[in-house]
């Protein structure tokens, strides 16, 4: 089963207010994103930070070190999960892609996924479980991306006609043409 890690654990300075929390069909950016990739992925776990947030299901894990970033909150994700045989990974502000690419990535058979709209690299990214030790040994001051790095040619990029891959709501400006849309 192909678990997903939802990464909300940053400060969100830029918006000014948890963007988890933001607005959204009727819920939140959370509680939407959970709901879509919980069709498609088991358990799907949120990893929370700077800020508590609602709980709209599914494991939650704190990661008390959300300040070194990313890397850090995709290694508590991957703890949670110690039984998928792969996993989703996505950032809170990333909260619509759409279920065609979600099935899409679950599908690959390669190590890594990333989903590609009209050149660029979106989220969520798709990653098989014997990545996990490799996430898991990163140093604190490392990236997820420098191990992706050492894997190019056991990824595949997938192309999709999805503009929600390249959603990246970090302020009130990307807010308003991510609403626009």
């Not at 990214?125 to 056991?154: E, G, M, N, Y």
Request: a neutral charge; hydrophobic letters at 45%; one cysteine or more.
């Amino acid at each position: 089963m192909t678990a997903a890690i939802i990464l909300a654990a940053g400060a969100s300075s830029r918006m000014g207010t948890p963007k988890a929390n933001l607005p959204f069909r009727g819920g939140t950016f959370l509680s939407h994103l959970t709901a879509k990739l919980s069709a498609h992925c088991h358990p799907v776990v949120t990893v929370t930070g700077a800020h508590p947030l609602p709980d709209f299901g599914g494991p939650r894990v704190h990661n008390p070190h959300w300040q070194l970033g990313q890397l850090s909150s995709l290694q508590c994700g991957v703890r949670a999960i110690p039984a998928a045989g792969s996993a989703l990974f996505t950032l809170v502000d990333h909260p619509d892609p759409a279920d065609e690419t979600i099935l899409s990535l679950i599908a690959s058979n390669a190590l890594i996924a990333i989903p590609v709209h009209n050149g660029s690299k979106g989220h969520p990214v798709f990653f098989q479980a014997s990545l996990f030790s490799k996430i898991l040994a990163l140093p604190p001051d490392a990236s997820a991306k420098q191990l992706f790095r050492q894997h190019l040619a056991s990824t595949e990029y997938i192309p999709v006609t999805d503009p929600g891959v390249l959603d990246d709501v970090d302020d009130a400006e990307s807010l308003a043409r991510f609403r626009q849309r």
